[in-house]
């Protein structure tokens, strides 16, 4: 069998999920060739888990600045990007119009700008962008898709949607480089784009006009000031003052991060275990989004980034009835545990209200691996043999954009005091 051959961009913690994929369960089908990143000393790591962990050959590593270099040596049928969001759009269109194929992580880019760059690209070289949507993979996420299709509480007039990040995953987001806008998109587009991205493929509709309001209520160093705090740091490795803080993450006490992050930042100067009470921070934590869909359903969306739990709450109110959905999620801090038990389900509800019947609720099989269950359906679709697929779950550029519309127009409105229309940000 002809492999299919790839390159990857970015060897952090997202890494490991495509390249462990490759070169373990996989590798009757896929070949890993090389990575690609900024930082070296990351690329090494990267490539000692491949040799120790997976018992797999070194790759070649490529500087980013070396990337047509690396595609045209390699020559790779697609390329793996998993970098920092800023630098998305950059890989995805250089690849393009090198003849390869892309799999990039979500958010596909952070604003309308780059998503145009994305979508004419794809235009023009008519090469196919994959965004890996692991949520919509979830059984309980397929569910509601399978409930809502089948018809079984009509149309779907509105959506309820409150998410809750915890004090450990939330946090994480203000310890890195995501704390800075400009990287990451804000919440409203790194984070919520799952979440929006969930809400059109349940209701199989676009979102039209987007209003928010957002704020950082919580995190930063002001915040911390007015609820009294005196003691402040820069970084908690290595720090006393950050010994008895409960948000404080030690790189030095965890193998893993020492290795990929404090051993890395003497090439980068990039710190990954900022304190949460710090400033600089210009993303906000707390957020409400209103959005109206083409088809006329409303969505009422809350995003809080410092919960004592994580996961959420939704309700879909529809002509024949309504969905409540409770789902709550294992707390954890990316790349500092296992990666099957990132986002994996703890508890679950769904409940259905037939208008005029009696309430029932729906099992769904457990989902097993990260991402409720989530993860290893995706990993199988994408190296594997994927099944036909009723629920069309494998998102594309059109699905990345419109995932991170709605994100987009939010913090246009966030910023302007006015809402946005969805279709004056990007011509598809
Ligand atoms: N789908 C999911 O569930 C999920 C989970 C975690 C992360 N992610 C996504 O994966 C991506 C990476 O996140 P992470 O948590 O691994 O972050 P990370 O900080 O651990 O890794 C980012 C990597 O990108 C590299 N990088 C930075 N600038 C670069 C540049 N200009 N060119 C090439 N490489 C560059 C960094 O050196 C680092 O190795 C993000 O887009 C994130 O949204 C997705």
New binding site residues.
């Given amino acids: 069998m002809t492999k299919k051959t790839y390159v990857l961009?970015?060897?952090?913690?997202?890494?490991e999920f495509f390249y462990g994929a490759i070169a373990g369960h996989y590798k009757e089908t896929s070949e890993l060739l090389a990575f690609?990143?900024?930082?070296q000393t990351?690329m090494n790591y990267a490539n000692r888990l491949l040799e120790e962990k997976y018992s797999y050959r070194r790759v070649n590593t490529y500087q980013?600045d070396q990337f047509e270099e690396m595609i045209a040596a390699e020559k790779p049928d697609a390329v793996i990007v998993?970098?920092?969001?800023r630098?998305?759009h950059t890989y995805i269109i250089r690849a393009l119009e090198l003849g390869c194929d892309v799999i990039t992580?979500?958010?596909m880019t952070v604003d309308e700008v780059k998503c145009q760059e994305i979508l004419d690209a794809v235009k023009r070289t008519g090469k196919n962008v994959r965004v890996?949507f692991?949520y919509r993979y979830a059984p309980h996420h397929t569910k509601a898709r399978e409930l809502i299709q089948d018809g079984v509480i009509g149309q779907v007039h509105s959506v309820h949607f409150e998410w809750l990040l915890n004090t450990k995953h939330g946090a994480d987001y203000f310890r890195?480089?995501h704390r800075d806008k400009r990287n990451s998109g804000g919440l409203l587009v790194?984070k919520s784009t799952h979440h929006f991205d969930l809400v059109n493929f349940w209701i199989g509709s676009q979102p039209q006009e987007v209003f928010a309001f957002g704020d950082l209520l919580f995190y930063g160093r002001e915040n911390a000031e007015k609820r009294g705090e005196t003691k402040f740091y820069d970084r908690a490795t290595g720090n006393p003052h950050a010994q008895e803080d409960p948000f404080a993450l030690h790189l030095d006490k965890n193998e893993h991060l020492k290795a990929m992050y404090l051993d890395a930042e003497v090439e980068?100067g990039y710190r990954r275990d900022q304190s949460v009470f710090g400033d600089g921070i210009n993303i906000e934590d707390t957020m409400g989004v209103l959005v109206r869909y083409k088809n006329n359903a409303i969505l009422t969306y809350s995003l809080n980034a410092y919960m004592p739990w994580e996961g959420y709450r939704i309700a879909f109110n529809g002509s024949k009835g309504r969905i409540e959905m409770n789902i709550i999620e294992q707390s954890y801090v990316?790349?500092g545990g296992d990666k099957a038990l990132e986002g994996a389900i703890v508890g679950k509800s769904i409940l259905v209200f037939p208008m005029w019947k009696t309430p029932y609720e729906v099992e769904v099989e457990e989902g097993k691996g990260g991402?409720g269950g989530g993860d290893p359906v995706l990993l199988n679709d994408i190296f594997g043999t994927p099944m036909p697929d009723k629920f069309n779950r494998a998102a594309d550029h059109i699905d990345g954009a419109r995932s991170i519309l709605t994100g987009i127009a939010a913090n246009k409105a966030i910023r302007t005091g006015q809402p946005v229309k969805v279709d004056t940000l990007v011509k598809f």
Avoid at 9 to 15: E, L, M, S
Avoid at 82 to 85: A, E, I, M, R
């Fill in positions: 961009v970015g060897t952090g913690g997202r890494a690609c990143d900024v930082n990351r980013a998993t970098s920092v969001d630098t998305h992580e979500k958010p890996t692991n890195r480089w790194h980068d990316n790349s991402h």
